[in-house]
Nanobody, 125 residues
Framework: QVQLVESGGGSVQAEGSLTLSCAAS????????MGWFRQAPGKEREGVAV???????NYADSVKGRFTISQDNAKNTLTLQMNSLKVEDTAMYYC???????????????????WGQGTQVTVSS
């Protein structure tokens, strides 16, 4: 089992920045890919950014050039740096890990079998 705990959400004005963190514990050696997903009210959960154990990354088109995903394997921490935030980035953000996915391409929601509780990000105009 893998446990994931997110932190760092909050409220920010458009064009501002936020950093999300995810602390992983448990049998993290079983997970090859980790990532961030988000779900806005009335919308389906979507992949934002994922990274594999080798450091390869993949981003949703909507966040490319604005968000950066990184990991610290020694500390079992996943980070999402979000810059130039837009109102449409408002959502609950979830940290997830996969013991199934063999690649970050493409981002497949159903491959992520461990989830955190989520942290709210609200961007106002």
């Amino acid at each position: 089992q893998v446990q994931l705990v997110e932190s760092g959400g909050g409220s920010v004005q458009a064009e501002g920045s936020l950093t999300l963190s995810c602390a992983a514990s448990g049998y993290t050696a079983s997970t090859y890919c980790m990532g961030w997903f988000r779900q806005a009210p009335g919308k389906e959960r979507e992949g934002v950014a994922v990274i594999d154990s080798d450091g390869e990354t993949n981003y949703a088109d909507s966040v490319k050039g604005r968000f950066t995903i990184s990991q610290d394997n020694a500390k079992n921490t996943l980070t999402l740096q979000m810059n130039s935030l837009k109102v449409e980035d408002t959502a609950m953000y979830y940290c997830a890990a996969s013991s199934i996915a063999g690649s970050v391409f493409p981002i497949l929601l159903y491959e992520y079998n461990y989830w955190g509780q989520g942290t709210q990000v609200t961007v106002s105009s």
